[in-house]
């Protein structure tokens, strides 16, 4: 598979966050803010609930690179501000994030790509822009 | 309060060792449903090392910092290679910039994340807002 082309616009992919979700992702990545799983904490400091890790919301922009170049491991760049709270509901279905890109520009094996990632009709993220590398695969080198 | 204005340039200790384990990889590519080869671990695990580092930033009794009130504002990495299962890591913290805006404190960082050789893999920067005593 080989989408990132120069102003490609990649399959948008959807992923529903769940309570659980952030449960998970709380003990994978060390970041126990309460705000993340508690109700009472979140909405003690003005949150309208338990919201997602701004990380957690990154990780799933670097799902969806990930999914477009073909393999993990070929992001060289990922950025972004942290602009909207995904706000999680406390039920089975959760909520769902939606990612979609296009590729700006390919120079020298390496693919530009803008990123949109929303939450209903809100962007989430800044500014999500991220550097992919396009092309036979690398070496991975074991450490 | 504002933090220590003579933050701006400061190079923290490096974190402690790191050691990447096949099991940690495996807990976040499943808590982030991330596809999984067995080599390069998922782009934003880094943070996990990245966390250590502005964690002892912000509880440095010096520096200032209400944890309470640090918002994560923005993250980004750079890779120079992907990090993978048998890496020790350290993160190296500097202090980029230091601003404020509105009474809160806008603290750019970067992490340098090097491997068990000294050798460069990501980096880490993050902008942490410190709201004021009213944010």
Redesign the interface.
């Given at each position: 598979m080989n989408a990132l082309e120069p102003g490609a616009e990649l399959p948008t992919q959807e992923?529903a966050v769940t309570r659980a979700?952030l449960v998970?992702?709380a003990?994978?990545?060390?970041?126990r803010n309460p705000i993340h799983w508690s109700d009472r904490v979140a909405t003690g400091v003005g949150l309208p609930g338990v919201i997602a890790h701004?990380?957690?919301t990154?990780?799933?922009a670097?799902?969806a690179?990930?999914?477009w170049a073909g393999?993990?491991?070929?992001?060289?760049?990922?950025?972004?501000?942290?602009t909207k709270p995904v706000v999680v509901p406390d039920d089975d279905d959760g909520v769902v994030v939606r990612v979609a890109g296009t590729v700006k520009g390919v120079e020298d094996g390496r693919a530009s790509v803008a990123l949109e990632v929303t939450c209903g009709d809100e962007k989430v993220l800044?500014m999500p822009r991220a550097v992919v590398l396009v092309g036979p695969a690398p070496e991975?080198?074991?450490? | 309060m504002a933090v220590s204005a003579d933050l701006a340039g400061r190079t923290f200790a490096p974190t402690a060792p790191y050691e990447?384990t096949a099991e940690?990889v495996a807990?976040?590519v499943?808590?982030?449903?991330?596809?999984?080869?067995g080599?390069?671990a998922?782009?934003?695990f880094p943070?996990?090392v990245a966390?250590?580092a502005m964690t002892d930033l912000m509880e440095d009794p010096d520096v200032g910092i209400a944890l309470h009130r640090v918002?994560?504002?923005?993250?980004?990495?750079?890779?120079t290679?992907?990090v993978?299962?048998?890496?020790?890591l350290t993160a190296t913290l500097t202090v980029d910039s230091l601003r404020q805006i509105g009474g809160a404190d806008i603290i750019g960082t970067r992490s340098e994340i090097v491997?068990?050789d000294g050798a460069p893999v990501v980096t880490a920067?993050a902008?942490l807002v410190h709201r004021g005593e009213d944010g």
């Open positions: 992923y979700d998970r992702y003990g994978a990545s060390g970041d701004g990380m957690f990154m990780a799933l670097a799902r690179l990930d999914t393999a993990p491991g070929r992001v060289r760049e990922l950025g972004c501000k942290f800044g991975v080198a074991s450490a | 990447v940690r807990e976040f499943a808590a982030t449903g991330s596809a999984y080869d080599t390069a998922p782009t934003t943070i996990v966390f250590r918002v994560h504002g923005e993250q980004r990495f750079s890779y290679r992907p993978v299962p048998g890496d020790v491997d068990a920067h902008v």
